[in-house]
T-cell receptor, first 114, second 110 residues
């Protein structure tokens, strides 16, 4: 199983809503990532978890709250988002603990904030 | 963080080789060079990576300049399915920082 599964595939939410994006992998990878991708732009790194601990936060606004409940799961909790937060949110995982391994990506969750 | 520079777009004819360049003049000695591609409506997909020596796999070849300030991804025979955005990435040594550059949109002509 070399898949990274993201749910939901599509999400529409209002600015006052609270929602969550979920990501799951069963490859035994110990590093998991969240990226944000706007249309026709490259993915932008948001967060990295290593061994279930937050390793990197690329100065992401606090309305995005990541959580890694176990080594297979990664969540992104969303609250009080703005319309400019509408984007494709990509989850990825890697086996390497040195950051040199291959990244495996999910297909993304497309978020629309009204 | 070290940055990469790629041409915005390239075109190739089907069945012909494609050379996709990437400049990374500020690369550090232990930074790895990765390439990913992203097909429409999909997440990025790993293609190849290397450190100093040229690398080959079933998808492509990676040629790394001797001074490591540039690299070239080589698709030996382009197919229509290779039409995608190709990203060259430097992995900051000792971190998990996979920072994507702007990428090259490859168009393959039948």
């Amino acid at each position: 199983d070399t898949e990274v599964t993201q749910t939901p595939k599509h999400l529409v939410m209002g600015m006052t809503n609270k929602k969550s994006l979920k990501c799951e992998q069963h490859m035994g990878h110990r590093a998991m990532y969240w990226y944000k991708q706007k249309a026709k732009k490259p993915p932008e790194l948001m967060f990295v978890y290593s061994y279930e601990k937050l390793s990197i936060n690329e100065s992401v606004p606090s309305r995005f709250s990541p959580e890694c409940p176990n080594s297979s799961l990664l969540n992104l909790h969303l609250h009080a988002l703005q319309p400019e937060d509408s984007a494709l949110y990509l989850c990825a995982s890697s086996q390497s603990i040195t950051g040199t391994g291959e990244l495996f990506f999910g297909e993304g969750s497309r978020l629309t904030v009204l | 963080d070290a940055k990469t520079t790629q041409p915005n777009s390239m075109e190739s004819n089907e069945e012909e080789p494609v050379h996709l360049p990437c400049n990374h003049s500020t690369i550090s000695g232990t930074d790895y060079i990765h390439w990913y591609r992203q097909l429409p409506s999909q997440g990025p997909e790993y293609v190849i990576h290397g450190l100093t020596s040229n690398v080959n796999n079933r998808m492509a070849s990676l040629a790394i300049a001797e001074d490591r300030k540039s690299s070239t991804l080589i698709l030996h025979r382009a197919t229509l399915r290779d039409a995608a955005v190709y990203y060259c990435i430097l992995i900051v040594s000792g971190t998990y920082k996979y920072i994507f550059g702007t990428g090259t949109r490859l168009k393959v002509l039948a």
